[in-house]
């Protein structure tokens, strides 16, 4: 049986894909910085008839402001759900492929498709519920999010414990491993 792999290498992969991210996002807004331009003017409208008195406090300059940062925020959310795609496909990011680390069953034997998704959508389920408030321009999505996403993280702290599991990991009977040197795991 391979050895479970704990809390700070997982961290390190994470972190390493925090960046790529950052890096995709800050490319793709350069060479598309209008793409979600519409979507973050209706999200602001949609939160400022919602509340007005906020809606009062807003002049023309802090409304661009702020459809900027949406913008960013909305472009970052999606790009986000399509970096993760490899943990799906391959049981790994790009930072657990650079760490060598590979998402198996408790057993060390690959997950099947159907347990990658599982667990993709519930380490993601904040991100998820981004991309749903997104698209239904309705910020129930991103309360439930946020409440979904820090349960979540605090469950990924369970992964420094003796079984090496986060939550997403106990949910979904998977566990993270080190990558055997003859490219078996």
Not at 5 to 15: H, Q
Not at 82 to 87: A, R
Not at 113 to 135: D, E, M, N, P, Q
Request: proline share 2%; hydrophobic share 50%.
């Amino acid at each position: 049986m391979e050895k479970r792999i704990g809390f700070g290498p997982r961290l390190g992969a994470y972190l390493l894909d925090i960046v790529f991210i950052w890096i995709l996002s800050a490319l793709v807004s350069r060479i598309a910085p209008s793409f979600f331009s519409a979507t973050a003017s209706q999200q602001l409208a949609a939160t400022m008839s919602t509340n007005p008195a906020l809606a009062g406090l807003y002049n023309s300059s802090m409304t661009a402001m702020m459809e900027s940062i949406i913008r960013v925020s909305l472009l970052t959310t999606v790009i986000e759900v399509i970096y993760f795609i490899p943990e799906i496909l391959f049981g790994a990011s790009l930072g657990k492929m650079l760490l060598r680390l590979k998402i198996t069953n408790v057993d060390g034997d690959n997950a099947s498709i159907g347990i990658l998704v599982a667990r993709y959508l519930l380490k993601h389920i904040s991100t998820i519920c981004s991309v749903l408030a997104l698209f239904s321009l309705t910020l129930l999505f991103n309360s439930l999010g946020s409440l979904l996403g820090l349960v979540i993280f605090i469950g990924c702290f369970f992964a420094a414990g003796d079984k090496h599991q986060a939550l997403h990991d106990l949910m979904c009977h998977t566990i993270v491993v080190k990558k055997e040197e003859n490219g078996e795991g």
